[in-house]
């Protein structure tokens, strides 16, 4: 059964710091990945989407690369700002069930 | 806006209550699904729905019942709920079902049982 896993849970930034946050998934067997922005009470927002081809896509300040033999993620921020604040949430397509699961995510705070 | 709407945005229900929860999109979509978030737990996929017709029932309870009239809306109708049911539910879209279509999220439904 395929796990995906998010660190760290909470981070917390001053404003224009570079950061890094961390996927991982437990089966290397996926269609795709995708990097999700969520706010508090709100929906999803999707970020940016890798296949499994793939190995980084690139959004403005955005970075996502994806090694998927090793099974990881990484999200680059540069330049972080306080609008960035929000919990970013790790998916992962399964193949075979086409199914999204994700991470339990990692909430950001940027303080200005 | 995603072109996913989902009402009401918060709902306390008690126990003994039945309810229904409404999603629509505005996309041309073909595919909608339910999922639920609850605190400190992954996001988890409850139903699916392709072309009006049931694909997944990810062992949900039956005091959870799934509607689908179109491809344009979903509902979730709710009775006898729990306290542990207490969640955010979300509905989301894509063009069909599978890996190659990007999957669009409403904002949520935030349900407390009491």
């Known amino acids: 059964k395929q796990e995906v896993t998010q660190i760290p849970a909470a981070l917390s930034v001053p404003e224009g710091e570079n950061l890094v946050l961390n996927c991982s998934f437990t089966?290397?067997?996926?269609?795709?990945l995708q990097w999700f922005r969520q706010d508090p009470g709100k929906g999803l927002t999707s970020l940016l989407l890798i296949q499994s081809s793939q190995r980084e896509q690139t959004s403005g300040r955005l970075n996502a690369s994806l090694d998927k033999s090793s099974g990881r993620s990484t999200l680059y921020i540069a330049a972080s700002q306080p609008g960035d604040s929000a919990t970013y949430l790790c998916a992962v397509t399964q193949g075979g069930s086409e199914k999204l699961v994700f991470g339990k995510g990692t909430k950001l705070t940027v303080n200005p | 806006e995603t072109g996913v709407t989902q009402t009401p945005r918060h709902l306390v229900m008690g126990m003994t209550n039945k309810k229904s929860l409404k999603c629509e999109q505005h996309l041309g979509h073909n595919a909608m699904y339910w999922y639920k978030q609850s605190a400190k737990k992954p996001l988890e996929l409850m139903f699916v729905y392709n072309f009006k017709e049931q694909t997944e029932n990810n062992s949900v309870p039956s005091r959870f019942s799934p509607e689908c009239p179109n491809s344009s809306h979903l509902f979730l109708h709710l009775h006898t709920l729990q306290p542990e049911d207490s969640a955010l539910y979300l509905c989301?879209?894509?063009?069909?079902?599978?890996?190659?279509?990007?999957?669009?999220f409403g904002p949520g439904t935030r349900l407390t049982v009491t």
């Open positions: 089966d290397s067997a996926i269609y795709n």
């Open positions: 989301a879209s894509s063009q069909a079902f599978g890996s190659m279509y990007e999957q669009y």
